[in-house]
């Protein structure tokens, strides 16, 4: 079965620790996703990747990197820097272009406290 | 600047009845909408979709409408059931090439037995 897989489902963060969330994706889709979900905001765009060695800046980047060495692969490392990390990630992927209801797969999600 | 908004954070209906979830839109580029589901501590999944060019998309249980002069679409859920009990994100997408999805704040359904 194809999908996606974030891992771990909960993580506990000390402060002032980065710490990596993994996703991966046996889809073969180009475009891959991050969003931060926080009650009452949706979910909001940190980082995307069209394709494998590019990824771009969202609308929440700061304080967080991604990496795209393979098309399956997004990890997403949130860093010291990112001021309220505790929140619930997701990870999507879709087809890069063309026409019609290429939506968003999403993973299952990973609950980040920081403690 | 919301450009997707769910305006009703929560609603409540009686199984059986209708279901109806409504979205406003204010980025005129938008050329593609869908609706994704989502229960606790799980990612959203797919639920329906309709092209900027339909005015009205039905599967089973699920319809969406779409008023493109109003910029205003509804998910209408018939009859509802208490598994529908979720929370529902309005999305849109522009057109060309590759974009990237906007999505609203949610809008929590919760179906009376």
């Known amino acids: 079965d194809g999908g996606i897989t974030q891992s771990p489902k909960y993580l506990f963060r000390k402060e002032g620790q980065n710490v990596t969330l993994s996703c991966e994706q046996n889809l073969n889709h180009d475009a891959m996703y991050w969003y931060r979900q926080d009650p009452g905001q949706g979910l909001r765009l940190i980082y995307y990747s069209q394709i494998v060695n590019d990824f771009q800046k969202g609308d929440i980047a700061e304080g967080y990197s991604v990496s795209r060495e393979k098309k399956e692969s997004f990890p997403l490392t949130v860093t010291s820097a990112q001021k309220n990390p505790t929140a619930f990630y997701l990870c999507?992927?879709?087809?890069?272009?063309?026409?019609?209801?290429?939506?968003?797969?999403f993973g299952s999600g990973t609950r980040l406290t920081v403690v | 600047d919301q450009q997707v908004k769910q305006n009703s954070p929560s609603l409540s209906v009686q199984e059986g009845r209708i279901s109806i979830l409504n979205c406003d839109y204010t980025?005129?580029?938008?050329?593609?909408f869908l609706w994704y589901k989502k229960y606790p501590a799980e990612g959203p999944t797919f639920l329906i979709s309709i092209s900027s060019i339909k005015d009205k998309n039905e599967d089973g249980r699920f319809t969406v409408f779409l008023n493109k002069s109003a910029k205003h679409l509804s998910l209408h859920i018939v009859p509802s059931q208490p598994g529908d009990s979720a929370v529902y994100f309005c999305a849109a997408r522009g057109s060309g090439g590759y974009q990237k999805v906007t999505f609203g704040i949610g809008t929590k359904l919760q179906v009376i037995p």
């Open positions: 999507a992927s879709s087809i890069r272009r063309g026409t019609g209801s290429y939506g968003y797969t």
């Open positions: 980025n005129s580029m938008f050329d593609y």
